[in-house]
């Protein structure tokens, strides 16, 4: 797994924690996995669902009775993020505030990372200073 010990993989604003434990008491959800996916104008999507079990390669991340699941794949380009949720008069929805973001499309659905060295170098750095 991809991390530096003692420090959690993301953040959660008790915005996002009061949503994700919503959800997960709605149908005894064991949490949301979070990961990416090719797509969009920009190179990658966030993906989020439902998990109904913790999988033996899932970066687990509790807060105050939240729990988010990172897909193996996706932990490196999660590293740092924060997760929010927001509500507005037009849409509500969760909200990616991640360091390894270096583009995005206008519509906000797409997001270009830092290349895999650049993030590896970064994380190596995180964990010796």
């Known amino acids: 797994m991809f991390g530096i010990p003692g420090k959690q993989a993301v953040t959660l604003t008790p915005r996002a924690v009061k949503q994700i434990t919503k959800l997960m008491d709605t149908d005894g959800h064991a949490g949301l996995r979070i990961g990416v996916k090719k797509g969009g ?3 990658m999507e966030y993906t989020m ?6 999988t033996q390669n899932d970066e687990v ?8 699941m990172i897909a ?12 929010d949720y927001e509500t507005s008069l037009l849409e509500s929805g969760f909200k990616f505030n991640n360091p390894n973001v270096t583009d995005a499309c206008g519509c906000g659905e797409s997001i270009k990372f830092k290349d895999i060295d650049e993030l590896s170098a970064a994380a190596a750095q995180d964990s010796t200073g």
């Open 41 to 43: 104008c920009a190179g």
């Open 49 to 54: 669902e439902y998990a109904a079990e913790v």
């Open 61 to 68: 991340v509790e807060q105050d009775g939240a729990r988010v």
């Open 72 to 83: 193996p794949m996706a932990q490196m380009f999660l590293f740092g993020t924060q997760i």
